[in-house]
């Protein structure tokens, strides 16, 4: 389905009752964020919300994309697997065997279909031009702050323009932009994105790069702009193909690029690669943590077009879930059929759970025909565009429910032998991966759980007696998760203080010695106190704080037992640590906001009172900053 524009997808969303407006007073800065914070996080993503009152002249939609239901709505799709089933329906029409030239002439509506999706220029003004404001000013846009610690405020859902100077080829790529005065942004695109080698293209040329970004209009542009296209395809192909329509473009009014003539806004401008970089950041992330300041390119602003009645469309993101995890979903669900046409015709399904921020866990299953194949699908999923970032990669049976915690979690006690089936390597990783000690590269870890052929031994454990061992050891063990156990999973979740615990690999082996531990399989050690009971926030802490290498230990005790595991997932922000860089604190919200926001609720017309979520996190922030302060 193609949406006319942004109203046309808000009208849309309310019709499914998936959209709450709030008429009072909401200020973007930290106050849209909280309430939009509570509402991410309610079961399946809550509603959209539309901020009408903004101390501007446009009103702020969040958290449209934040749920199932919604992206599919913005997509036009029953399900996310409707998408893939195309894709595959379209290739098998182009690539299948031809035994005769009518088969051949078959293709013909089908390459059609391809031409009909192609995005095309107009040579009218578009209705995103139909404001004009030469003397640009980037504070008539509802911009937010979204949390404490950011270095300002950040436009979270801009579509960014460029073209390669030397071929042409157009990229749509999606970087957050730090406010720095009325004419200036930051352009935060990371050195494995294409935004950045266009940058690096034209700085070899010596010449300013134009960029025009674009905010709003049908939402499918915003996912495409979202997408792990492969290199030197065009983002508004993939859009003209999700909303089987084609995107018309229209040109910019101050620098040589195209738009789509329906979206809300278009800051036009130009990069300089010859000017010194600008200091950016920090910003709460979608990693649940904070990307720490560091020097990027300035964005030089032109010009602002925008619609009469438009919409300034925004973002939030933190501590999953919230609204990116939906669009990830998306994403996982469309590109599954892309990588089994092109490289795995074998894969079953594969799966990024929401704790792992889209990089950190991968979850695969595939058709196993020969010895081997397993590690065969690990070096092509590390090789595949973005997955190249993955950092914990685990290959399941075919009977295995990816989305079923348990099942895995069993096949991983029951079927891997730690000294057999762990592989550790290195690579790139996310540049936003605070835990390698070397940016942007580090540690991987696979697991093969596929190897069913022989079953480790089942251990008896007493779960009174695990429970008072812990409890002797209170001047270490600040709390204990003993839920998996309580379910026949053999892993143990602590939470220790390293005032007291100075190494925690030595002190894991030390409690694996003791006699009530003795058959147990796996230990995860994390330095958050009482969230630990929460076993979703856990993944989400302990697979962020890991660099495998360092932080996986394979055990062997010789005590008759197979060899444990043992997991470090504290902070190594510690002195004992040594770490170099600088550890980023857990985004939260202020106690002030929160109190603020408690306070105005009633006023916001949403329904009963929702929890802050930096409730339970706000004991994870160490210090008064963006970066973790602890002593030891």
């Known amino acids: 389905m193609a949406y006319k524009s942004l109203h046309h997808f808000i009208n849309k969303l309310e019709e499914q009752n998936e959209l709450i407006r709030i008429s009072a007073f909401v200020d973007p800065v930290l106050e849209i964020a909280e309430i939009t914070d509570r509402m991410s996080k309610q079961p399946n993503g809550g509603k959209a919300l539309l901020f009408e009152n903004t101390g501007t002249s446009f009103p702020v939609l969040t958290n449209a994309l934040g749920s199932i239901n919604r992206i599919c709505l913005a997509l036009g799709v029953s399900g996310l697997d409707d998408v893939g089933s195309d894709i595959n329906k379209l290739f098998a029409e182009l690539a299948g065997p031809k035994t005769n030239i009518w088969e051949k002439l078959g293709t013909i509506p089908t390459l059609g279909k391809l031409s009909a999706w192609l995005p095309a220029q107009i040579s009218s003004r578009g209705a995103c031009q139909e404001v004009v404001h030469a003397e640009p000013n980037i504070n008539l846009l509802p911009v937010m702050q979204c949390w404490p610690f950011d270095g300002g405020r950040f436009i979270t859902l801009p579509m960014v323009n460029t073209k390669d100077p030397f071929t042409g080829i157009r990229n749509v790529g999606m970087y957050r932009m730090q406010v720095f005065d009325p004419k200036h942004t930051g352009m935060h695109w990371h050195q494995h994105k294409v935004g950045a080698r266009h940058f690096e293209a034209y700085k070899k040329l010596g010449k300013r790069m134009p960029v025009a970004v674009a905010l709003g209009g049908d939402p499918v542009y915003t996912y495409a702009a979202t997408a792990p296209m492969p290199d030197n395809m065009d983002e508004y192909l993939l859009a003209g193909f999700l909303r089987k329509k084609k995107v018309k473009l229209v040109k910019c009014l101050t620098v040589d690029l195209e738009v789509p003539e329906d979206v809300d806004f278009v800051l036009e401008g130009f990069v300089d690669p010859t000017e010194e970089l600008a200091w950016e950041g920090p910003f709460g992330d979608h990693t649940g943590f904070y990307s720490l300041a560091d020097w990027y390119p300035r964005f030089h602003l032109t010009c602002i077009t925008h619609r009469r009645d438009a919409v300034y469309p925004a973002t939030l993101v933190g501590v999953p879930p919230m609204e990116d995890a939906y669009i990830a979903k998306a994403t996982e669900r469309i590109f599954l059929q892309p990588l089994r046409i092109t490289m795995l015709p074998e894969l079953e399904d594969l799966a990024l759970p929401v704790e792992g921020t889209a990089h950190n866990i991968a979850l695969v299953k595939f058709r ?265």
């Open 368 to 632: 196993d025909y020969y010895p081997g194949q397993a590690y065969k699908i690990m070096n092509a999923i590390w090789g595949a565009g973005q997955m190249m970032f993955n950092k914990l990669l685990v290959a399941l049976p075919k009977d295995i429910d990816l989305t079923n915690a348990d099942q895995i979690l069993h096949s991983l006690v029951n079927f891997v032998d730690p000294e057999r089936d762990l592989m550790f390597g290195k690579g790139p990783l996310d540049i936003l991966d605070h835990a390698t000690p070397t940016q942007a590269f580090g540690s991987k870890l696979f697991i093969d759980a596929t190897n069913q052929t022989v079953v480790m031994p089942h251990l008896q454990i007493s779960i009174n007696d695990v429970k008072e061992l812990l409890e002797r050891e209170t001047s270490r063990v600040k709390n204990f998760n003993l839920n998996l156990l309580n379910r026949g999973i053999s892993i143990l979740i602590i939470s220790v203080d390293k005032q007291a615990v100075t190494n925690v690999k030595s002190y894991m082996q030390q409690l694996f010695r003791c006699q009530e531990l003795a058959g147990l399989r796996a230990m995860v050690a994390v330095d958050m106190g009482d969230a630990v009971t929460d076993l979703s926030m856990l993944t989400w802490f302990a697979s962020s704080n890991i660099d495998p290498i360092r932080d996986v230990f394979i055990l062997n005790l010789n005590d008759g037992y197979p060899a444990r595991v043992g997991v470090d997932g504290t902070r190594k922000a510690y002195p004992q640590d040594n770490f170099k860089r600088e550890w980023p604190n857990v985004v939260a919200m202020s106690r002030e906001v929160v109190d603020h926001v408690n306070k105005q609720w009633e006023k916001y017309g949403i329904g009963g009172m929702v929890e802050s979520p930096s409730k339970q996190l706000l004991p994870l922030v160490a210090g008064e900053g963006p970066v973790v302060k602890l002593n030891s």
